[in-house]
């Protein structure tokens, strides 16, 4: 079956550092990718996607790459603020198939930055 | 616009009870998905419903259920309540199934005790 995995955690940065969180999968065909943002006592948002290959994904300074070859989706941002503070998940979603429609999500990555 | 809404956004429950959540999708969406998310996890998948019609459904046990209604709204009805139903309940709503366009309500916390 499909399945996400995301680095492990926390992960805790100075202002202005540099973010990488990596993200793996695993499914058949070509899925899309998504980053969901969890911020404290809310539910989720849609912070980027790409739908195929060579894909970038861009949204209030982060990025993410779709890379088949190596079957990731790393999600970085250049310079980070403290109101960057929340829980990623990285997630996928199969075009086909029985998994049609179901996103499949990674176990979360929270990221804490101080001033 | 609205976006997705869901209630209630707290409640607790006694284990062996019945709780009912419910979900409002965005004016226009068809489609409805329920997660479960466990403290520290990351959401599963419960069911997908598209015009009233279930689509898809995760490795949940019978006592998971749920239906969606002429407005597109949907109700998640969880019976026999354990410990381990403590969690996170999204809904999100999409125009379409098996779309990418997704988009979540704040969630209901359903506390068992």
């Known amino acids: 079956g499909n399945s996400v995995t995301q680095m492990e955690g926390p992960v805790t940065l100075s202002e202005e550092a540099f973010l990488t969180i990596n993200c793996t999968y695993t499914a058949t065909g070509y899925p899309s990718l998504f980053w969901y943002v969890q911020y404290p006592g809310e539910g989720l948002q849609l912070l980027l996607k790409?739908?195929?290959?060579?894909d970038k994904g861009s949204n209030k300074g982060f990025e993410a790459t779709y890379r088949k070859e190596t079957t990731s989706f790393h999600l970085e941002k250049g310079s980070v603020q403290v109101s960057d503070s929340a829980v990623y998940f990285c997630a996928l979603i199969q075009a086909g198939g029985t998994s049609y429609g179901k996103l499949t999500f990674g176990q979360g990555t929270i990221l804490t930055v101080h001033p | 616009d609205a976006g997705v809404t869901q209630s209630p956004t707290h409640l607790i429950k006694t284990r062996g009870q019945h709780v009912t959540l419910r979900c409002s999708p965005i004016s226009g969406h068809k489609s409805v998905s329920w997660y479960q998310q466990v403290l520290g996890q990351g959401p599963q998948f419960i069911f997908q419903y598209y015009e009233k019609e279930e689509r898809g459904r995760g490795n949940f046990p019978d006592r998971f259920s749920a239906r969606q209604f002429p407005n597109y709204s949907s109700e998640l009805n969880v019976n026999a309540l354990l410990l381990g139903d403590s969690a996170l309940y999204l809904c999100?709503?999409?125009?379409?199934?098996?779309?990418?366009?997704?988009?979540f309500g704040s969630g209901t916390r359903l506390t068992v005790v």
């Open positions: 790409a739908t195929k290959a060579d």
């Open positions: 999100a709503s999409s125009p379409i199934t098996g779309g990418i366009g997704y988009t």
